[in-house]
Structures are given as C-alpha cells and as structure tokens.
C-alpha cells in the first residue's frame, strides 16, 4: 500500500501492483483483496477485469479478510470500489509489508530502507518479529555502526 499510496516512497502504481500480485500468490489475503481492486479500476498496468478483480477479492474473503467479505457478500457496486477502505493502521500489515519488501527478489536498497521503517514502526508498536527483523536488517545494512556501538 505504501506505492499505492506514496507514503514513504513515491506514488507508484505500477510497483504498487507488482508487490501486491507477489503477495497475492503468496496467499496473503490483503495482497489478494488490493489486486482484486486494481483490476477492478484499471489500474497499475492490470487491465479492466471485474471477472479478475472479483476472484481475487473472493479469494481474500475466503481467507477471512473482512472487506473482501463485504464485497463479496453483495455490498459490491463497481462505481464505488475506491470508496472502500484499506487500513494501513494494522500492525501486522506493516510487519508484512516489511517483509515482501525486504525480501522480494525485485527490491533495491530504497525498498530495504522502507522495509527498515515499516519494521520500526511495527516494534514501535509491540510487534516481537519486527523487532528482530529491524535488528537484523539494521545490521546488515549498517554494519558499520553496529561495530562502533559495541
């Protein structure tokens, strides 16, 4: 969400669709239901496909995802799919995010650096893995200052 939205990063709709298709054929639910919605609107490079848009939206409901489940159970009306809302604020999404972006075969350094605060945030945020992940990435990619610190 983060190029979707450009928080962080520049907006970016294209990468914004390619992380969600790798997160989605992982079998992660809101990589799924944020898919399903660009090929619903057209966007990121995914063509218009409502047939598409749906599956991968049924698909996200079906692993337990609540506005997948809301669509998906007669509330969909295509003119109002921007309407419905993503929330970044759950903790375990940015913990997840950190990772596709960290470990994704495509990423670059700008991606470790996000994947770096996204792990903050979420230890910020009583997250355990993300405190170990912000540690480890931390030291990998600041070597330098983990041994000037001991």
Same mark, same amino acid.
């Given at each position: 969400?983060?190029?979707?939205?450009?928080?962080? !990063?520049?907006?970016?709709?294209?990468?914004?669709?390619?992380?969600?298709?790798?997160? #989605?054929?992982?079998?992660?639910?809101? #990589?799924?239901?944020?898919?399903?919605?660009?090929?619903?609107?057209?966007?990121?490079?995914?063509?218009?496909?409502? #047939?598409?848009?749906?599956?991968?939206?049924?698909?996200?409901?079906?692993?337990?995802?609540?506005?997948?489940?809301? !669509?998906?159970?007669?509330?969909?009306?295509?003119?109002?799919?921007?309407?419905?809302?993503?929330?970044?604020?759950?903790?375990?999404?940015?913990?997840?995010?950190?990772? !596709?972006?960290?470990?994704?075969?495509?990423?670059?350094?700008?991606?470790?650096?996000? #994947?770096?605060?996204?792990?903050?945030?979420?230890?910020?945020?009583?997250?355990?893995?993300?405190?170990?992940?912000?540690?480890?990435?931390?030291?990998?990619?600041?070597?330098?200052?983990?041994?000037?610190?001991?």
């Amino acid at each position: 969400q983060a190029y979707e939205q450009g928080i962080c !990063v520049k907006k970016d709709m294209i990468k914004a669709a390619r992380y969600y298709k790798e997160g #989605a054929d992982g079998g992660h639910p809101e #990589a799924k239901y944020n898919l399903g919605v660009f090929y619903l609107r057209g966007e990121g490079g995914c063509e218009c496909s409502e #047939a598409k848009g749906l599956k991968l939206i049924k698909e996200a409901g079906e692993l337990g995802l609540g506005e997948a489940m809301l !669509v998906i159970g007669g509330n969909y009306k295509k003119d109002n799919v921007e309407d419905i809302a993503i929330e970044m604020s759950e903790i375990e999404e940015l913990f997840h995010m950190g990772k !596709v972006m960290e470990e994704s075969e495509l990423n670059d350094s700008d991606d470790e650096i996000f #994947a770096l605060e996204l792990y903050r945030i979420a230890a910020q945020n009583g997250h355990k893995l993300a405190e170990e992940k912000f540690s480890s990435l931390s030291q990998k990619m600041f070597p330098e200052t983990q041994s000037s610190s001991s």
